[in-house]
Structure formats: structure tokens, C-alpha cells
């Protein structure tokens, strides 16, 4: 009895084989990077969703999709997965987002999409897509950092 359950221990908790053990290791790290990059930025410019919250982002949706595939789920099961993350990040960047009181006024939207976006790409990383993931960082790198710099402010609508 002893044995058995010592066995089925060992092979529960027992460390994949090196092939897998170092995809999942670079799956991991280019999700922290790329979150942390544009978690980077927002703490940077002071917003609610930093670096951290951006890291775990991308990393939580890397492993929603990379976890199945490891168990030898298809691809095509996968999207299930996925959907769910689009869906539940949603609620996610929704707690963002704040109406202000007495004017049109919107704050968060940026950062809520900017969460979405960094899910996306922790899903692109579980796939092992990286190229995609890294071009669509630097493409929501300058979106968040440079283009605000090239268009005024808008003014505050009126009520």
C-alpha cells in the first residue's frame, strides 16, 4: 500500500521529460517578458494595472492554452479554452473601467483593452506562437507609448 502510493507519487510530481520541461520553461519566461514589457509602461505612466497584473495576465492565459496541449488535448479543443479566457478577461478589464461622476467623461478603457490585448498574447505564447506574440507586443507597445504622443488630448465633452 505504502509502495504504491509512494509510486504513484513519484510519477505525479515527477519532472517532464527535457524536451518539455524546456518548452514550458521558454513558454513561461516569454510570457513574463512580454507581459512585463507592457506592464512596464502602464506602471510607468502610473496605472492601475502595472507590471505585475500584467505579467500574471499573460502568463495565466500562456498556461490556460499551453496546459492542455501539454496533456495532448487538440487544437482545435483548445479554442474552447480560449474562448473562455477572451470571455473571463473581459470581466477582468471591466473592473478597470470607471464612469466619472457629473461628465461623459470614460477612464480605464485603455487599460481594459490593454489587459485583453496582453491575453491574447499570453494565449499566442501558449501556442508556441512567439513571433506573433512579440510583433503584436511591439505593435501595442506603440500604440500605448508613441501614439499618444503624436494626437492632442481630446477635451472633456460637454453634459
Known sequence: MIDAV????AEEFALP????ATLIAARLLSAIVLGGVLGL????KGRAAGLRTHIL???GSALFVMAPLLAGVSEAEVTR???GVVSGIG???????????GSQRVQGLT???GIWATAAIGMAVGMGMHLLAL???LAALLVISVLPLLLPDKPDPQP
Request: charged content about 15%; some cysteine; proline content about 3%.
Open 17 to 20: 521529460e527535457p524536451a518539455t
Open 81 to 83: 479554452v480560449m474562448q
Open 91 to 101: 470581466f477582468l478589464g471591466a473592473g478597470a473601467i470607471l464612469k466619472l461622476d
Open 135 to 137: 510583433a503584436s507586443t
Open 41 to 44: 509602461e502602464r506602471e510607468a
Open 6 to 9: 509512494g509510486q504513484t507519487l
Open 111 to 113: 487599460t481594459a483593452a
Open 57 to 59: 495576465v499573460c502568463t
